[in-house]
């Protein structure tokens, strides 16, 4: 069985590394999110633009 895991030189298991790997998956993951949600709130307010009437005024009389 080929192990994958990463040692560092004392042979123990590189914590480090693995901290550093999780908090990249995690700034990839929020920033994913983020960006859909600001997706989800731009078309809303696309939708509330497009579905709202002008309404023109009659002319003042003077």
């Known amino acids: 069985m080929k192990n994958d895991m990463k040692y560092d030189t004392f042979g123990n298991l590189d914590t480090d590394y693995y901290v550093e790997k999780a908090y990249e998956l995690r700034r990839a993951y ?27 005024s009659a002319q003042p009389q003077h």
């Open 30 to 56: 929020y920033a994913a999110a983020i960006k859909k949600a600001s997706a989800s709130v731009k078309a809303l307010f696309v939708k509330l633009t497009t579905n709202r009437t002008v309404k023109t």
